[in-house]
């Protein structure tokens, strides 16, 4: 599978906050880290910095999607982590959905 990131948006400061969002920090145009949110610019200074309870992670970009449905988001991002399984990502255990569930989810939001 292959993300296409020109679908996405890249982050910057000028793009406000959006809510409930998946993101992907990237070094070297890999993904390092696929994470959810509702609170952007706050959680990738988090990433930026050493903190009690967030590890420092190396990535040069940052790509988001901000138009996930609540109740899906938790699924596509555990079936990200393990397609891609990320440097900084522990793996997540998949929830029991069907094959055709699980394609439904990918082309809805990443169409080929």
């Given at each position: 599978?292959?993300?296409?990131?020109s679908?996405?948006k890249?982050?910057?400061?000028?793009?406000?906050?959006?809510?409930?969002?998946?993101y992907?920090?990237l070094?070297?145009?890999?993904?390092?880290?696929?994470?959810?949110?509702?609170?952007?610019?706050?959680?990738?200074?988090?990433h930026?910095?050493?903190?009690s309870?967030?590890?420092?992670?190396?990535?040069?970009e940052?790509?988001?999607c901000?138009?996930?449905?609540?109740e899906?988001?938790?699924?596509?991002?555990m079936?990200?982590?393990?397609?891609?399984?990320?440097?900084?990502?522990?793996?997540?255990?998949?929830?029991?959905i069907?094959?055709?569930?699980?394609?439904?989810?990918?082309?809805?939001?990443?169409?080929q």
């Amino acid at each position: 599978m292959k993300i296409y990131f020109s679908k996405l948006k890249k982050y910057s400061l000028k793009n406000g906050n959006p809510k409930n969002i998946l993101y992907f920090l990237l070094r070297n145009r890999e993904i390092v880290y696929i994470g959810i949110t509702c609170k952007l610019e706050i959680r990738i200074s988090m990433h930026r910095a050493n903190s009690s309870h967030v590890v420092r992670k190396k990535f040069d970009e940052v790509y988001y999607c901000d138009f996930i449905h609540e109740e899906e988001i938790e699924l596509l991002e555990m079936y990200l982590i393990n397609i891609f399984n990320p440097e900084y990502n522990k793996l997540k255990k998949w929830k029991q959905i069907t094959m055709k569930e699980k394609s439904n989810l990918i082309n809805k939001y990443f169409p080929q």
